[in-house]
């Protein structure tokens, strides 16, 4: 892949939870957006537990904003640096 298609993707979601991170990967599909779950693949290659490794989703760069909407409509952090809640 070269690094124009890949700059052609936004970050949309990071975490370390592999359940949440397919939860939402699979809520954006239904949604109609590409998405991209990394991370699902490294606990296996490097012997740690699925828990160890980050999740991330990524999504085209024109169908960002919809996903996050959609992730912050779940209730679930964007990114831990950006909590939904305000109370966080």
Excluded: K
Aim: overall charge negative; glycine content about 8%; aromatic content about 6%.
């Amino acid at each position: 892949m070269d690094t124009n298609e890949q700059s052609e993707f936004s970050l949309v979601y990071r975490g370390f939870d592999p359940t949440e991170a397919g939860m939402l990967a699979r809520l954006l599909e239904a949604e109609g957006i590409i998405c991209r779950h990394l991370g699902t693949h490294h606990p296996a290659f490097i012997g740690v537990g699925e828990l160890g490794c980050e999740q991330r989703l990524e999504v085209p760069f024109e169908s960002a904003e919809r996903a996050r909407e959609l992730i912050d409509a779940a209730h679930l952090p964007v990114d831990p640096e950006r909590p939904t809640d305000p109370d966080v």
